[in-house]
Nanobody
Framework: VQLQASGGGLVQPGDSLRLSCVFS????????VGWFRRAPGKEREVVAV????????YYADSVKGRFTISGDVAENTMYLQMNSLRPDDTAVYYC?????????????????????WGQGTLVTVSS
């Protein structure tokens, strides 16, 4: 499975931005999709995860109420709508897909369970 992320850019605090990720290849093997980010000088962290089956979602505490993950299985596309952006949201954002099936969403907070990764798109929030 190949992933292509896009939509990053430079925005001001309080602005909104939508990231997109297009999947190709053996997309039917994907059970969960997610967004991760790596801020300068920090470790990669999970942002949001969506399981195609049941449409269950997970959000990191830092983005709850501001970010929304969504996707269209038929179009092999997922999105991350980011509202009320803050300077600490500045990071390279990566989309990822996992073929693994877990009952608990907590397993998907671990980047190691994701098999396929996009190239990353930079989001900079600055005044």
């Amino acid at each position: 499975v190949q992933l292509q992320a896009s939509g990053g850019g430079l925005v001001q605090p309080g602005d909104s931005l939508r990231l997109s990720c297009v999947f190709s290849g053996r997309t039917r093997t994907i059970d969960a999709v997610g967004w991760f980010r790596r801020a300068p000088g920090k470790e990669r962290e999970v942002v949001a995860v969506l399981r195609w089956s049941g449409r269950v979602t997970y959000y990191a505490d830092s983005v709850k109420g501001r970010f929304t993950i969504s996707g269209d299985v038929a179009e092999n596309t997922m999105y991350l709508q980011m509202n009320s952006l803050r300077p600490d949201d500045t990071a390279v954002y990566y989309c990822a897909g996992s073929r693994r099936v877990y009952n608990s969403m907590s397993y998907y907070t671990n980047a190691n369970v994701f098999d396929s990764w996009g190239q990353g798109t930079l989001v900079t929030v600055s005044s």
